[in-house]
């Protein structure tokens, strides 16, 4: 047995990095899983490999800056499998820069794909779950919400938001059986930080944001998407309004 059996897992930004890694676990655990993005292609590759190891699953091509989407990738879910019982609100970007270089135009983007449409995807889940009577929301933050690197001033914003935003929702949908956290993320091998990623001295993947990582490396997609798994499954039944760091210690130092 799985440890998502019998569930409907919904995943945004699941067509790479730590999305479709988690996209993919869930599979794997026994989830029916419904994921979005906006490159179809990828869309396709991913139903593909789901389908191809027995799974079930159903890609939404989904710009969730918009509320009525947002909404639209809930009910297209329950219509196709029936239900929602959890969710992994991971779309969002990364982009930065020194304070006098950044820009109203970064401000708004930033905030807009990162925490808006957070938001927009918390307010059409929950309504779903509480009609079934429970559910459980990961949302994906990043340790840049508790620590500081030069350059990530609108990054921090936008993350930060988002823990805070889990933790008022717990407490809020607490009562209706709908647990909501977070996952902190450092940085992790995918293909948005790919580019800054280079070799080290030792020859080990190094990037500016980095250093300081008692286990001596970058996490990997994958091991990021055990984690939300965990916390979407009834093994975390009694866990919420958590923020669990997932840093290989970085915060610690």
Not at 17 to 34: F, N
Request: proline share 2%.
């Amino acid at each position: 047995m799985g440890l998502l059996d019998s569930k409907v897992v919904l995943v945004t930004g699941g067509t790479s990095g730590i999305g479709r890694a988690t996209a993919l676990l869930a599979a794997r655990e026994g989830a029916k899983v419904a994921f979005t993005g906006r490159n179809t292609v990828a869309g396709a590759q991913v139903a593909a490999e789901i389908a191809e190891a027995g799974g079930e699953a159903l890609f939404i091509e989904a710009d969730l800056n918009d509320i009525a989407v947002a909404q639209s990738m809930v009910t297209q879910t329950v219509a196709h499998f029936g239900a929602l019982d959890g969710a992994f609100n991971n779309a969002g970007f990364s982009r930065g820069g020194l304070l006098e270089t950044l820009d109203e135009a970064l401000w708004d983007s930033l905030m807009d794909t990162n925490t808006k449409s957070a938001f927009f995807c918390l307010k059409a889940q929950a309504a779903q779950m509480k009609q079934q009577g429970g559910g459980a929301i990961v949302f994906n933050g990043s340790v840049i919400a508790q620590i500081a690197f030069p350059g990530t001033s609108i990054y921090s914003a936008s993350k930060g938001a988002i823990v805070s935003l889990a933790r008022a929702a717990a407490v809020e949908l607490g009562p209706f059986g709908i647990r909501v956290n977070s996952v902190n993320p450092s940085i992790t091998r995918t293909p948005m930080t790919q580019a800054k990623i280079t070799a080290d001295d030792a020859g080990n993947d190094s990037h500016p944001f980095g250093k300081g990582i008692p286990l001596g490396r970058l996490a990997d997609a994958e091991e990021i998407a055990s984690v939300v798994i965990f916390l979407l499954s009834d093994m975390a039944s009694y866990v919420t309004g958590h923020a669990l760091t997932v840093d290989g210690g970085q915060s610690a130092c």
